[in-house]
């Protein structure tokens, strides 16, 4: 007996969904008129910031990543093509291939490639140790810091252990809040892989940390 | 091994989609945190601690108004000079720009995620057209210099030319007929 076949023609259903881009918006705006560049600088400062300074455990190396990485997506910003996501997608605004590309993505590639380029010419420096860092700039609550301070330096020393690749997974899972799928495509990698690093990393610092006191 | 690439699949599943609703749950300032039982308490622990402790660092104001306004001037250049004559390609035009802008960055095209596209479109575009136009000059002035070097022939040497030509053209016709016939 046949089997009905339930197939409509065409493209697959991945090629003709969409995903909006959420910053196609200022990104128009901003090639349109590169003045309004501001909106999108002032959108991702802090989490490119945050990025580069949990990779380089120094705020004024933080800094001229920071600035070199926005000076370069406004010049490059002409060049820049949204890439529609080809795999599946997820609630969180993903993209669902490396290959994909959001403006965010694109942005944190632009902000690794200048990571990497520092800390190849900074390797031979001595860096200021990631929790001592965090403490003396980051937390402006003095009080609380005080409080949390063994919990809090606990975690990041541990962090700041891990190999480079679990390290930046996690840092972009929890500070800058993106999905696997975005992480998949800043680091290059599938999105399994990156579960998998996740995992991984998480498994490292529970063992690292311990139970809860 | 393939059962263990699986659950170890399985498991990292899992653990994605709990930090998926643990971000979720702080994103919409949830107080309770979703329970997952099927997830390891101690991995729990850690995602919550990490959630916590690993926090987003804002750089310092007076930083951020600094870098705003080195963006409000290179976006100045990049406006004036995307605003040249028509005569300059876009190229031109693009390289001007990323040279006003990034003159004072070190700029490693080694780390551009956008140089090695626009290395490809640069070259050819250009030493194409330049070839193009030397062969057509070079070709050109081998015409004028062969036609200026041969020297006109005397008056009798152009008579025995054409009575070659007459005799052969005369050949051919009459093997033409006899073939016919």
């Not at chain 1, 969904?17 to 705006?29: G, S």
């Not at chain 1, 403490?135 to 330096?153: F, K, N, W």
Request: no cysteine; hydrophobic share 45%; net charge positive.
């Amino acid at each position: 007996m046949a089997r009905a076949v339930f197939r409509r023609s065409g493209a697959p259903v991945e090629a003709r969904v969409r995903r909006l881009d959420l910053d196609r918006p200022l990104v128009e705006a901003a090639r349109s008129d590169p003045a309004r560049f501001d909106a999108i600088y002032r959108k991702y400062v802090a989490q490119v910031y945050s990025f580069a300074f949990y990779e380089l455990a120094d705020h004024h190396t933080a800094e001229d990543v920071t600035e070199q990485t926005f000076l370069r997506a406004l010049v490059a910003l002409p060049r820049f093509h949204e890439r529609a996501p080809r795999g599946a997608s997820d609630s969180r605004g993903g993209t669902g291939s490396p290959d994909a590309s959001t403006f965010r993505v694109w942005l944190f590639r632009i902000a690794r490639n200048v990571v990497a380029n520092e800390r190849r010419r900074i390797r031979r420096h001595p860096v200021v140790p990631l929790e001592g860092a965090l403490l003396s700039a980051a937390t402006p609550d003095v009080e609380g810091t005080a409080i949390r301070h063994d919990e809090a330096s606990a975690a990041w020393s541990v962090v700041g252990r891990l190999p480079d690749d679990r390290r930046r997974a996690l840092v972009l899972r929890f500070v800058d809040e993106m999905s696997t799928s975005e992480i998949a495509a800043v680091l290059g990698r599938t999105e399994g892989a990156v579960r998998v690093l996740i995992h991984r990393a998480l498994r490292s610092v529970a063992g690292e940390l311990g139970p809860e006191r | 091994m393939t059962f263990e690439r699986d659950s170890a699949d399985v498991d990292a599943l899992r653990t994605d989609r709990y930090l998926d609703a643990i971000l979720a749950a702080a994103e919409r300032h949830a107080i309770d945190v979703p329970a997952a039982i099927e997830i390891d308490p101690a991995l729990r622990r850690a995602a919550l601690r990490l959630r916590r402790d690993l926090v987003r660092v804002h750089p310092s104001f007076r930083f951020e108004e600094r870098l705003a306004r080195r963006l409000a001037e290179a976006a100045a250049e990049v406006s004036a000079t995307s605003t040249e004559p028509r005569g300059a390609s876009a190229q031109v035009r693009a390289d001007r720009r990323s040279a006003a802008v990034v003159r004072e960055v070190d700029w490693d095209p080694a780390v551009d995620p956008a140089a090695d596209l626009a290395r490809q479109d640069r070259r050819p575009l250009i030493i194409r057209g330049a070839v193009a136009s030397a062969a057509l000059g070079i070709a050109g002035a081998a015409i004028v210099v062969a036609r200026r070097r041969s020297r006109p022939l005397p008056p009798m040497a152009r008579a025995a030319r054409a009575v070659r030509r007459g005799s052969a053209a005369r050949r051919f016709s009459r093997a033409r007929r006899a073939r016919l016939a």
